[in-house]
């Protein structure tokens, strides 16, 4: 995949979580996919990339990771990286949240 292009679906992704997080919502793979204009393109082997360089960003610029409000469409539940456990995902949420609601 060129990397102009995975740039720019990072930057689509950033913006559509942030306006998830404004709005106190969780997204579907598929949804964000739909939503930056990934039609027609593996999911599973390019939304992970994309995901991993917003959450870079994220650490990059002391923010909480906003990949937390991408979900699985069946489960509802968050991607292998919060294996960790639920407790650690749920606060993670409630933090972009939080984060994306204060005054700027």
Same mark, same amino acid.
């Given at each position: 995949?060129?990397?102009?292009? %995975?740039?720019?679906w990072? %930057?689509?992704?950033r ?7 404004m709005?106190?919502?969780?997204l579907?793979? &598929?949804?964000? &996919?739909?939503?930056i204009?990934?039609a !027609?393109v593996d999911l @599973?082997?390019?939304? %992970? ?5 917003v959450a ?5 610029? &002391?923010?909480?990771?906003l ?6 469409? #069946? #489960? !509802?539940?968050?991607?292998a990286?919060w294996?960790? &456990? ?8 409630q933090?972009?949240f @939080?984060h ?5």
């Amino acid at each position: 995949m060129p990397s102009e292009q %995975r740039e720019q679906w990072v %930057r689509m992704a950033r913006a559509a979580l942030i306006i998830a997080a404004m709005r106190r919502s969780l997204l579907t793979y &598929g949804e964000l &996919g739909q939503a930056i204009g990934m039609a !027609g393109v593996d999911l @599973r082997n390019q939304m %992970r990339h994309v995901l991993a360089q917003v959450a870079e960003e994220c650490i990059a610029a &002391g923010e909480p990771s906003l990949p937390a409000l991408v979900v699985n469409a #069946t #489960t !509802g539940q968050p991607g292998a990286g919060w294996i960790d &456990g639920a407790v650690r995902w749920h606060a993670e949420v409630q933090k972009l949240f @939080r984060h994306w609601n204060s005054p700027r």
